[in-house]
């Protein structure tokens, strides 16, 4: 009688620490192109350089002045993350206050 043949049972550590690294990798991989696909990029993996790209397209299109103004801030970063068009900004500016609104 033929003995079945199981997948993973004669497995080294070096193969099964070279499995879970391409799961790993293939996790992140589809994680990312989801994102990328759906256009959810700035609002769940890559937060800080969407902030960076908005902060330079205001200095790029209103001068370097112009970062400091919620308002050119708030329009710019509308079109860059989802939920811009819910935010708080008071929350940013004033942590205490915004606090205070949920509290």
């Not at 509308?78 to 940013?92: E, H, K």
Request: aromatic share 16%.
């Amino acid at each position: 009688m033929k003995k079945l043949h199981l997948p993973f049972q004669e497995m080294t550590h070096e193969k099964w620490l070279n499995l879970a690294l391409v799961g790993i990798l293939a996790l992140y991989t589809v994680r990312f192109g989801y994102y990328l696909f759906n256009g959810e990029m700035c609002n769940n993996l890559a937060f800080d350089y969407c902030a960076y790209w908005s902060e330079g397209k205001i200095i790029n299109d209103f001068g370097i002045e112009a970062i400091y103004n919620l308002d050119i801030m708030k329009k710019v970063q509308r079109n860059v993350y989802l939920q811009g068009t819910s935010i708080n900004i008071d929350f940013f500016v004033n942590p205490v206050k915004g606090v205070g609104k949920i509290v």
